[in-house]
């Protein structure tokens, strides 16, 4: 039986068959819905789009009620165990995990594209020095368009292909120069004896040494937060992607858009708010008077709660091991025993384990980037560097999508109507 909805329109007493469709229907079926023919149809009004969806996609899949994701069908909690960066960004772009074959070329592909052209060196020393790293990250990846104009023949997939992996690979040499830059230490170029995270490392905090060695851990803490990030379906900076890609603009403009949308602290500066917040609260003696504050809403809970995962948010138990790595090397930072306080709190308060506030993954992450030194204002570029393979999946998904077309809403129209124009001479008279 063809599942669909029956809608009687009380306006016209008219009724209407729409069918429904992975438990979906058209928006532009009810553009039927109409008084008469000369007026524009019925069509829905969803600011966010919370209740919209603008894409059939194989890439991510999330269950928000029990605390699921997944690339390519592969569980995050695998993925972050048995695998690596890389070779979950091939996942992410080919819908496959590589043969050994595969996996190899692939890495020797990223490994030998991290190096840019001089001149693009030469535009980031040109920032202020205290240019935010996450406005020169988005102007350096713009700028690539310039560098690579055959980007724009994205309907050719080697061409789509190459610029894929130039820009995975570029990815942390521009976020760690836009950090020495900040910092007013020279530019480090790539090592390509290392591997992807640990190159990263390199060139954050190599300094006079002949040969950079990162710690393994916490090699594989960095990795495995890259992992984390990788995508996480339509949300907002994946949907300016894919909204700004669908005037078919090149893979290096559309992610520049990502990343604009990423910098807005309602997206990516989650885990700096939850550093400010544990900074406030200082000692576990006054986390009693801070959770009366949340609860008479004068203070607010950051890090706990997700807007998709309604009971667990299957990262953050991942993170918290890679947290524990992590502060093995680097000493356990104060702020962790109030962190963990108000994890137990969080986990057994009645009042929050009604609202499901519980640990998200920015609630652990921050804590990682303090402890590797980085200054806040960097923690959205290493979500930008995590995320790139994701926003690139996205993006190759768009433009090989034959149902997809240039993103333009409709809108409701709330200004005046008919005004006559007078000339500036009366009306100024």
Aim: include cysteine; glycine fraction near 8%.
């Amino acid at each position: 039986m063809t599942e669909s909805l029956t809608v009687r329109d009380n306006r016209t007493g008219a009724e209407y068959e729409i069918p429904i469709v992975d438990g979906t229907i058209k928006a532009a079926d009810l553009g039927q819905i109409k008084l008469n023919d000369d007026e524009p149809g019925l069509a829905t009004y969803d600011p966010g789009f919370v209740n919209t969806a603008s894409c059939r996609s194989a890439i991510t899949f999330i269950d928000g009620d029990k605390g699921i994701l997944e690339y390519r069908g592969y569980p995050i909690e695998q993925l972050a165990e048995k695998s690596n960066f890389l070779e979950v960004a091939y996942l992410l772009i080919h819908g496959d995990l590589p043969s050994k074959e595969q996996y190899d070329a692939w890495v020797h592909e990223i490994t030998f594209h991290t190096f840019v052209h001089e001149n693009v060196k030469g535009f980031m020393e040109g920032f202020r020095y205290d240019a935010h790293p996450m406005g020169m990250l988005m102007a350096s990846v713009g700028a690539l368009s310039t560098f690579y104009p055959e980007s724009s023949k994205i309907a050719d997939p080697d061409n789509r292909h190459i610029q894929i992996v130039r820009m995975i690979a570029k990815m942390p040499t521009l976020g760690a120069w836009a950090f020495r830059h900040a910092q007013g230490k020279p530019y480090v170029y790539p090592d390509n004896e290392l591997s992807y995270a640990e190159n990263f490392l390199s060139m954050l905090f190599k300094m006079s040494e002949t040969k950079y060695a990162g710690d393994p851990r916490i090699v594989k803490a960095l990795d495995t937060l890259f992992i984390l990030h990788a995508d996480h379906e339509q949300n907002c900076s994946t949907n300016a992607v894919r909204s700004v890609g669908s005037s078919q603009v090149d893979p290096y403009s559309a992610v520049a858009a990502g990343i604009g949308a990423l910098f807005g602290p309602l997206h990516g500066g989650a885990n700096e708010a939850v550093l400010k917040m544990l900074r406030r609260i200082g000692t576990v003696d006054n986390i009693p008077s801070f959770i009366e504050g949340v609860k008479n809403g004068e203070e607010r809970l950051m890090g706990f709660g997700h807007r998709v995962y309604k009971n667990f948010d299957p990262r953050a138990k991942i993170i918290k091991k890679a947290c524990d790595d992590v502060f093995e090397v680097t000493g356990v930072n104060p702020l962790l025993a109030v962190a963990k306080e108000l994890e137990r709190i969080a986990l057994e308060d009645e009042y929050f384990v009604k609202r499901k506030l519980y640990p998200n993954v920015d609630f652990y992450s921050g804590l990682i980037y303090e402890a590797l030194e980085f200054p806040p204002e960097m923690f959205t570029v290493l979500f930008a560097i995590g995320r790139a393979p994701g926003w690139l999946a996205q993006w190759l998904e768009l433009v090989q999508d034959k149902e997809q077309k240039i993103a333009r809403p409709k809108q409701i129209y709330t200004g005046p109507r008919t005004l006559d124009f007078v000339p500036a001479e009366e009306r100024w008279a």
